[in-house]
């Protein structure tokens, strides 16, 4: 389905170029006179897509996606390119949040092949973003009225203008953005076996066509801990490339250094006997907070359960 969201995204871009104005395949974003706080519109839908003629009655009692442990699909995973943006999908499963604008898709593409090759069904709970592991969970939140939802990712996109995320019709619906064509949202991954916090802090707003804004839930304070065996210690500075191979654990990951720089700069003076461990690892526009590398994954794990016991925040463990 990929591929004829692409080719509907350069259609779009055509019909740009021709008539000076922005195609809407849902309802168009603009942005307010010297803002760049994204503000959406009414519209009409684009061609031929919009709501069904005969949608159920029951939309809200459609339950929502249930997270459970998946493989991913290795096919989705390639690094591909759309309008002259390269993005590059996440390889696996792990902490991301960002604000952005979701919107919606609808009649135009039901029955059709997702980038998964599952059919798309626009009654179903599930979202379509441009890096996140297909297939991964998600719980999307309304800025507006705090409605949520949690949604599977099966496909790629959206691909035009500044939009984080293109949610099913019911998604939507459940949201309150149908009417509209989209709305600001938080968007959180949902790592099967883990619980995520009752009530976030705020992000950072996404801006157009940068990396997605990722942040973490803040640590609360806690009282100094006896010294435990760790990895070798390497000096403690600001941003760096891990180069050595091992295992490590990771915090958190950002789209913006600067975040990454003040969270490993917290996880320093509230974990010492992590301090000499800890770097932001840069790859691919994202700042991974990392510690390690440990001498085994077995190592690490103990870390990992020390780190959740001590800092309330359950860190990833991760092989390179």
Known sequence: MMNLRIAATLIAATALTACGSA???????????GSSTPATKGGGFYLDDGPGANAPANL????????KNEPLNRATMRPYAVMG??????????????RG????????????????????DMYGMTAAHTVLPIPSYVRVTNISNSKSVIVRINDRGPFISDRLIDLSYTA??????????SGLVDVE??????????EPPPVATAKPLAAPTIEVTALPP?????????????????????????????????????????YLARLQSQADWLAGTLRVHSNDGVFRVQAGPFPSEAAAREAA??????????????NR
Request: no cysteine; glycine share 10%; proline share 10%.
């Open 85 to 98: 943006r390269n993005y590059t999908p996440m390889t696996r499963v792990e902490p991301y949040r960002a």
């Open 189 to 198: 991954t949902i790592i099967p076996g883990t619980t995520p916090a009752a």
């Open 60 to 67: 809200e009692s459609i339950p929502d996606a249930v997270p």
């Open 172 to 181: 939507a619906w459940k949201l309150g953005i149908v009417a509209g064509g």
């Open 222 to 262: 806690v009282a100094p801990a006896a010294a435990a065996p760790v990895a070798p210690a390497i000096p403690a500075t600001s941003t760096t490339k891990i180069a050595a191979s091992g295992s490590y654990l990771q915090f958190g990951a950002f789209g913006v250094q600067a975040n990454a720089d003040s």
């Open 23 to 33: 195609p809407q395949r849902s309802s168009g974003i603009d942005r307010a006179p």
């Open 101 to 120: 604008v979701a919107s919606w898709y609808g009649r135009r593409y039901h029955g059709k092949q997702t980038s998964s090759g599952e059919l798309y």
């Open 305 to 318: 359960e020390r780190a959740t016991q001590l800092l309330g925040s359950k860190p990833v463990v991760v």
